[in-house]
């Protein structure tokens, strides 16, 4: 092990620093700004490349996209900064047992394809509240749903992102985090704002392609650093900071590091909550999150989008090998900083008193790479940021724009909705940069903690109300809307305690109340889930069933259900036409858009139109895909991307032993590590 051959001045302080001086070099800022050029490119490519100029090709990429950038975006908008960064962190202070998360998503991607995507397609859904405002009916379950969405959005998903960016930010390119972070969103919303959910997915396709080739990278080079699995599996134990003090248990590795199942009451993640409270929020997030399945449904047809869910299942496999295990060779490798036991050494190597380990990923980076390459990981991590934060901001803007605006304005006109789904992602943008005081206020460590539990409080009873509503045909508005409430009451009451009664440091004595200490978040989340679905189960029952609209085409068991109006009169009305806009909308779609995508070029030709305006005005309709078309009607809702279950039936055999054997090699996965 060799010290910094080129700076002996700076020893004394050098044990005990975390990024002890390092800066990139030439080659490494001239890889991050190909790496800007190519994103941008891509990202305007595409942008010029898809039909932006209507609330089906903004929000739903015109509903024509191939399973390989599907694929791609679900993973891509999945690994965000976040996961290099928690997951190493993760690996790092506890083991492997943090891989579950993974696994558990790698099923609930495949449950997503093969049973709720054909309920979405058969209800002609384009965002997750729209489906259960047409399931249940009424605005109360949607809107509470719109504004929760928004709440997880912002305060716990761009929240973290932002978090793990900055330390990257700050530590590897020294630069100020206001501007670096203004500078990322900037690049980051120009292709989102005008480009929509196609620039996002085409540009979340080139963020995986770079980000799997960097993080293989830095695997091959942590693991030739420690001498293997073998050799991680056996120095793992032995990396112990060298101040910690012998008479206390603070910064030991846990014995049950290499394990997945662990004990159900003294472990850090007991076996049962990983098997059934995991799941919940595991559900609701590959199944009923705008995130996720708004990419889904802009896939061409049904088999794209289980080939997309097949290759982000099949990518799911590896962040144990490209996060988690070179998170715990960073341990091995840098012990006295990634594993420092005391507060106050934590608090001098990293800031936070809480632990060290979240800079895990970062210092493999910055120490063990070569010029060039140092630089290929830091456009990673910017590229795992900028990736999730578009995801985000695109699927934010849909259920504003789609479930509240319209909710407002029932007959705002198809132009103004792209103008206020656009500016809704400027702010957006806005409120990312303006959260990054409280951000680093919480020195990240706590607020770290909290993400899992957060999800946990706030997701289970929506992830019953989901399946409630696609598997039993008796769930109606009543129940589904006193489960939810009861449930997230529950899960808000929990998520204060937890917030008020902060986890002791290893060296402090735990006195926090009951409810909280004894408790585990994955544990709570089974409590949630059953006292939900009782409540839903209880207030159906006693109240009156949903009528027969209510459910056809709109549950697993009516999917095939014959539309109830074939040819129905083209509709002006606000709200009620969402049920009856497929046939009509289709129709009358690909003429609109076809003029609508002629317009780049034929614009020049509406020579009444252009003289009025500047040329800032014609650029800035350009750059928003809105060409003067000037669409005065109100438009019924958004054309669902994909409106058929019809597949080809030897593409459909292909997929179902696809499906076999992913779930047979995720099962052994399971039982190897278990």
């Not at 992102?161 to 330390?167: E, L, R």
């Not at 259920?399 to 400027?426: C, N, P, Q, Y």
């Amino acid at each position: 092990m060799e010290s910094g051959p080129s700076s002996p001045p700076p020893t004394p302080s050098d044990p005990l620093e975390a990024f002890p001086q390092r800066s990139l070099e030439g080659g490494d800022i001239a890889v991050l700004v190909l790496y800007f050029l190519f994103v941008l490119a891509v990202g305007l490519w595409s942008t010029v490349k898809t039909r932006r100029d209507t609330v089906k090709g903004y929000f739903l990429a015109g509903g024509d996209m191939m399973w390989w950038p599907v694929g791609a975006s679900l993973f891509a908008s999945n690994i965000g900064s976040g996961h290099f960064v928690g997951l190493a962190g993760s690996g790092a202070a506890a083991g492997i047992s943090v891989a579950a998360y993974e696994f558990t998503g790698l099923f609930c991607v495949l449950i997503l394809a093969w049973i709720f995507l054909p309920i979405y397609i058969a209800g002609q859904v384009t965002t997750m509240p729209e489906y259960l405002r047409k399931r249940f009916g009424g605005n109360r379950i949607p809107i509470t749903l719109a504004v929760l969405y928004l709440f997880i959005y912002i305060f716990t998903k761009i929240s973290v992102d932002m978090y793990a960016g900055a330390i990257f930010i700050q530590q590897s390119l020294h630069l100020d985090l206001y501007l670096a972070t203004a500078g990322l969103l900037a690049i980051t919303a120009l292709y989102t704002v005008t480009g929509g959910l196609a620039a996002v997915i085409y540009t979340d396709a080139l963020q995986t392609a770079i980000m799997l080739v960097g993080a293989l990278t830095l695997m091959g080079y942590s693991f030739a650093a420690v001498g293997g699995l073998d050799g991680l599996m056996e120095k793992y134990f032995l990396a112990v900071a060298s101040n910690r003090s012998e008479n206390s248990s603070c910064g030991l590795p846990r014995e049950d590091a290499f394990h997945i199942i662990r004990d159900p009451l003294t472990s850090d993640l007991p076996w049962p909550g990983i098997l059934f409270g995991m799941s919940m929020p595991s559900i609701w997030y590959w199944c009923t999150d705008q995130v996720i399945v708004q990419r889904s449904l802009a896939a061409k047809n049904l088999s794209h989008a289980k080939g997309g869910s097949l290759m982000a299942a099949y990518l799911k496999v590896l962040p144990l090998f490209i996060m988690v295990f070179p998170g715990m060779a960073s341990r091995v490798l840098f012990p006295d900083q990634v594993a420092c036991a005391g507060p106050e050494i934590c608090q001098q190597v990293c800031g936070n008193p809480s632990g060290c380990s979240d800079i895990a990923y970062p210092k493999l980076v910055l120490e063990i790479l070569p010029t060039g390459l140092r630089g290929l990981m830091i456009a990673v991590m910017v590229a795992a940021l900028m990736s999730s934060l578009t995801s985000i901001f695109n699927s934010a803007s849909t259920i504003f724009t789609m479930d509240l605006w319209r909710h407002v304005r029932a007959r705002a006109s198809e132009k103004e909705l792209m103008i206020v789904g656009r500016v809704f992602v400027l702010l957006l943008v806005l409120v990312s940069i303006l959260w990054i005081p409280v951000i680093q206020a919480s020195q990240g460590g706590q607020l770290f903690i909290y993400i899992q539990s957060i999800s946990s409080y706030l997701q289970p009873p929506v992830a019953v109300i989901f399946i409630a509503g696609c598997f039993w045909e008796r769930t109606n508005e009543k129940g589904a809307f006193w489960g939810l409430i009861l449930g997230l009451l529950l899960g808000l009451i929990r998520l204060v305690l937890d917030f008020i009664y902060v986890q002791p440091h290893c060296d402090q004595q735990d006195e926090r109340p009951a409810v909280v200490k004894d408790v585990h978040y994955l544990y709570f989340s089974m409590i949630l889930s059953a006292v939900t679905l009782v409540t839903v189960s209880a207030v159906s029952w006693a109240t009156e069933p949903p009528s027969k609209e209510k459910v056809s085409r709109l549950t697993w068991f009516t999917r095939h259900d014959p539309v109830a109006q074939t040819v129905p009169v083209p509709p002006a009305a606000p709200l009620p036409a969402a049920l009856s806009q497929n046939g009509p909308a289709e129709a009358s779609g690909p003429s609109t858009q076809a003029g609508a995508v002629g317009g780049d070029k034929c614009d020049t030709h509406s020579g009444d139109v252009a003289p009025e305006r500047s040329r800032a005005l014609t650029f800035m309709l350009w750059l928003c895909g809105m060409h003067g078309k000037g669409q005065a009607e109100p438009p019924s809702r958004a054309d669902p991307g994909l409106v058929s279950l019809e597949e080809n039936p030897v593409v459909k055999s292909l997929l179902d032993i696809s499906l076999l054997v992913c779930v047979s090699c995720a099962v052994f996965l399971w039982g190897y590590f278990a």
